[in-house]
């Protein structure tokens, strides 16, 4: 016979599932309460008396609880229960704890006492003691006895009331450490879930709301945190009259700012990650835990760092684990070059294009990198790390400091040695000591070889015997130590090989390496192994061909391959088939194209056997001529209507392009550098790389001097004066510039004189040297329109316009502002109207014309938001806020300064972040003197 009792939401009781018959008299049903709740120990009836019955006289009050005890006693079959429910004397009475019972006030108790390993209190971070407390809280179905009263007796209603607050505070505090566990965990789900019940019971509990607000936005449910947050300030002002504090406002301002799902950029998911199980769910671990921010993959080449990384951060992006609200990034850096610069760190423009940031003004780049991510809770994934490591660690360390939230999954063959690093030390598959067809389940390392010989004989399945043995394979396996990329290199000869025949080739090399080179590490000699044989497969022109591509960076298009290295569709095929190359189907702006890459051991393996003498200087020339010329084919459409093709085609290629312009540099390929000079000046302006402007035009322009004609030096080192004065560097910018002009003045190039008088006026407008700013563009404007030039004659207006704008001469302005519209719109150049459009709305706003200022700030404004200029969109509402508070329009006002700040905040801008702060500040002072 079992006795059920449910307290939680109401009083409940059975008897094998059946109501007790006589559970409607209340205090029946109060006596089986209090002796339940307080079974520790035996009451005397005078307590009982005193609890029950406390207005009656003792001797009425006695008899009514000796019938109201032998009542409950019939209600709940105590006679029949063995043992019985109730241990009873003369003088007291007890609930037998060792009766057949549950109640699940003792069993939500029990539940928040911790595990087996933490009896007594729960550990926070106990995976167990959660399970337990998520159990017990189950329980809890509503406050202890709801809607259940006892009429005129205030002790009864006492020890209720008590008992109540203490079991909801009970409650609370297990929900609120569930909460935690699961928001630490990045189990956001579970976390909101767990912040609901506790709102339910607490609907003003705020740091519940709180909790609730950041596992919604982690989830990518920006709109439904922003409205749990509308409705908890309602239910404030409703129940208590009050706003909500600071830090939940501010959080809900940060949601405001976040983009509406959790963003992620990753390359394409690989399909069937075989034998890495245990890592993965270390690493999800790991990137779960808020505490640890930098992990580490370690391993020689060919491991398979990379397709765990990004298997790691696919999970996290799709099961929203981890605290990343603002994204999860793939940084790709095996074609990234390492450059010794004080000036430029490529590892921040790699970054920076991963995330999608724009640099803007003369900042350090990093400074600017630092300041936009300083907020951000994003995963990025830093892969192939091992040869920037000194300027890897710089930057490593002062994202650790300065990005609080930001966290890191690095892939190298080293680890970086710092303290906060995480390290995961990648080892072989797994390999069987013997197998058997009739396996079921092979070993990661079989498993991987015959995917991989499937892929290339479908008809291949393991025999016991024959071509195909088993045996064979396992004991390649094992040869290979598991080795990821040998196996699948391995693999792919049995298209041409038995696997016995394999495995005698690779015996046969690694003994010959074994003798020649004893101090080569086991990994190291079965992955090279496998490559000389593999090498030796390889047609003569597959050689060739495999030799010459390594000489690509990041990656190159079908396209490339054919001009640089004369490699055809067959010898890609054939590449593809034995492993050496991957293919990805990416998208280039609009258009999509299949991309080739070489694994980084693969392409250190093939470059070994690279030619040099003529065979690769040629090589070289070819490829750096194939890539400048690739620039130098842009330069119309980064002047005209086809601006976002041609950035995103040069994007695309920018480590090739990087790679191409040093080695025509050491080449002195005079005519091809300044065929892309143009060009390749103006990708870096359009994208703020003014530090890598400055240092590579800088490096043409000294190494060439004396080698190639001083006009040609001349157009670089004018290139090198403009990023040098956007980069800060007045002085340096004024002395290039100005040498620059005294050689290719009077008869140089006209579009390289215009471009240096243009920007050397620029130089002399910041100096406040107006007259010779003027004279200089004046001079610049004559020799465009004589050439017909309109892209330097929009220029020459637009600096015009900003010189008598700052002289307060409007009419002039609005001129030149006009004049440099009306030809940018013939170029269809929507990046340069942007500006011209601003320029003239400035001087609509200081004419008083406010409307005319207004429609053009709003027109600048849709152009910055196709070209996704971030900066540009902040300026814009800016100056759309001014516009609105001269208007006399504060609501208006008030809304363009809020979405400028949010641009700013967004962008890490902090210096206009002050600035839109003082407007707003402003437009709050003059609407308090209005009142």
Request: with cysteine; proline share 3%; hydrophobic share 45%.
């Amino acid at each position: 016979m079992h006795l059920t009792l449910n307290f939680f939401g109401g009083f409940q009781a059975a008897i094998d599932d059946e109501p007790i018959s006589e559970s409607r008299a209340k205090r029946i049903e109060a006596l089986l309460i209090f002796l339940a709740m307080e079974a520790a120990r035996p009451h005397r009836r005078e307590m009982l008396i005193g609890l029950l019955f406390p207005e009656m006289p003792d001797d009425a009050a006695r008899t009514n609880l000796r019938q109201t005890l032998s009542r409950l006693r019939r209600a709940i079959h105590d006679a029949q229960a063995e043992p019985p429910f109730l241990l009873t004397s003369r003088e007291s009475t007890q609930f037998n704890q060792e009766s057949d019972h549950t109640l699940d006030v003792v069993q939500f108790q029990a539940g928040l006492a911790g595990c087996a390993q933490h009896r007594g209190g729960q550990e926070a971070d106990c995976a167990a003691c959660m399970a337990l407390a998520a159990t017990a809280v189950s329980h809890y179905t509503g406050p202890f006895l709801d809607g259940f009263f006892l009429e005129d007796s205030t002790a009864f209603e006492e020890w209720l009331l008590g008992q109540r607050q203490q079991l909801q505070e009970m409650a609370l505090a297990a929900l609120d450490e569930l909460t935690q566990f699961h928001e630490r965990r990045g189990e956001y789900e579970q976390a909101a879930d767990f912040a609901r019940q506790q709102l339910a019971i607490e609907p003003w509990r705020e740091p519940a709301q709180q909790q609730l607000m950041r596992a919604l936005a982690q989830l990518g449910e920006r709109n439904a945190a922003l409205a749990a947050y509308q409705t908890f300030c309602e239910t404030l002002q409703e129940e208590l009259g009050v706003e909500p504090l600071p830090e939940t406002a501010a959080l809900a301002a940060q949601i405001q700012e976040a983009t509406g799902e959790r963003p992620y950029q990753l390359p394409p998911r690989e399909q069937n990650l075989i034998g890495r199980d245990e890592e993965l769910a270390q690493l999800s671990a790991w990137l779960a835990d808020p505490a640890q921010r930098l992990h580490t993959i370690v391993g020689p080449g060919g491991m398979g760092k990379t397709r765990l990384a990004l298997e790691a951060a696919w999970l996290a992006a799709t099961a929203h684990l981890g605290p990343f609200m603002h994204g999860i990034f793939f940084v790709p850096l095996a074609g990234v070059a390492a450059v010794e610069s004080a000036g430029f760190n490529p590892l921040v423009t790699a970054v920076a294009e991963a995330i999608g940031y724009t640099f803007a003004g003369s900042a350090e780049p990093q400074a600017q990198l630092l300041g936009y991510l300083q907020d951000k809770k994003m995963l990025l994934v830093l892969d192939n790390l091992e040869h920037l490591m000194q300027p890897g660690r710089t930057l490593i360390l002062a994202l650790l400091e300065q990005a609080p939230a930001l966290n890191l999954l690095v892939t190298s063959r080293e680890r970086l040695n710092l303290v906060e690093e995480r390290v995961l030390t990648l080892g072989g598959l797994p390999v069987a000591a013997t197998a058997a067809v009739t396996d079921v389940d092979l070993s990661p390392a079989m498993a991987l070889f015959v995917q991989r010989a499937q892929q290339v004989e479908s008809r291949f399945v393991l025999r016991e015997t024959g071509d195909w043995s088993v045996t064979a394979v396992v004991q390649i396996c094992q040869l290979l130590d598991g080795l990821p990329l040998a196996i699948e290199l391995a693999a792919a000869w049995v298209r041409l090989l038995s696997c016995p025949e394999i495995l005698a080739e690779l015996r046969h090399n690694l003994d010959s390496l074994n003798a020649s080179a004893v101090d080569l590490p086991q990994r190291h000699s079965s992955l090279r192994a496998v490559f000389d044989y593999s090498w030796q497969l390889l047609t003569a022109t597959e050689q060739q061909t495999l030799a010459q591509l390594a000489i690509f960076q990041g990656g190159f298009e079908r396209q490339a391959a054919a001009q640089v290295t004369q490699a055809r569709l067959p010898q890609l095929s054939a590449l593809l088939d034995k492993s050496f190359l991957r293919r990805q189907l990416g998208e280039t702006a609009a258009v999509a194209t299949s991309r080739y890459e070489m694994l980084a051991v693969v392409r250190q393996f093939a470059a070994e056997h690279l030619e040099n003498g003529q065979v690769g200087f040629d090589l070289r020339q070819r490829y750096g001529r194939y890539y400048l010329d690739l620039v130098a084919a842009q330069a119309a459409d980064l002047q005209g209507e086809n601006q976002l093709h041609a950035l995103a085609t040069i994007n695309q290629e920018i480590e090739n392009i990087r790679q191409a312009w040093r080695l025509a540099v050491d080449q002195a390929d005079v005519a091809v550098l300044d065929r892309a000079t143009e060009a390749l000046s103006l990708f870096f302006y359009m994208r703020s790389w003014f530090r890598e402007g400055l240092e590579l035009f800088g490096l043409a322009a000294n190494r060439l001097e004396g080698q190639a004609p001083r006009p040609v030096v001349a157009k670089l080192a004018a290139r090198q004066g403009w990023f040098a004065f956007l980069s800060g560097k007045q002085q340096q910018a004024v002395a290039l510039l100005t040498q620059s002009l005294a050689v290719l003045h009077p008869d140089g190039d006209p579009e390289a004189l215009t471009y240096t008088l243009n920007f050397l006026a620029v130089v002399n407008l910041s100096l406040d040297d107006f007259e010779t700013a003027q004279a200089l563009c004046e001079e610049a404007l004559a020799i465009a329109t004589e050439q017909a030039n309109q892209y330097s004659q929009a220029i020459s207006n637009n600096i015009l316009s900003q010189i008598a704008y700052v002289q307060k001469q409007y009419e002039a302005a609005l001129n030149h502002s006009q004049a440099s519209l009306r030809l940018e719109q013939a170029l269809g150049n929507r990046w340069s109207m942007g500006f011209s459009l601003v320029n003239i709305g400035r001087v609509a706003y200081a004419l008083g014309e406010f409307a005319t200022a207004q429609a053009n700030y709003e027109e600048s404004l849709a152009i910055r938001e196709a070209m996704g200029d971030a900066r540009g969109q902040g300026l814009c509402r800016m100056y759309l806020g001014d516009t609105a508070a001269a208007s006399q329009n504060s609501a208006e006002a008030q809304a363009h300064y809020q979405q400028s700040l949010a641009i700013f905040r967004q962008i890490g801008d902090q210096n206009t972040v002050e600035m839109v702060n003082d407007r707003l500040a402003a437009l709050d002072q003059a609407a308090m003197s209005d009142v």
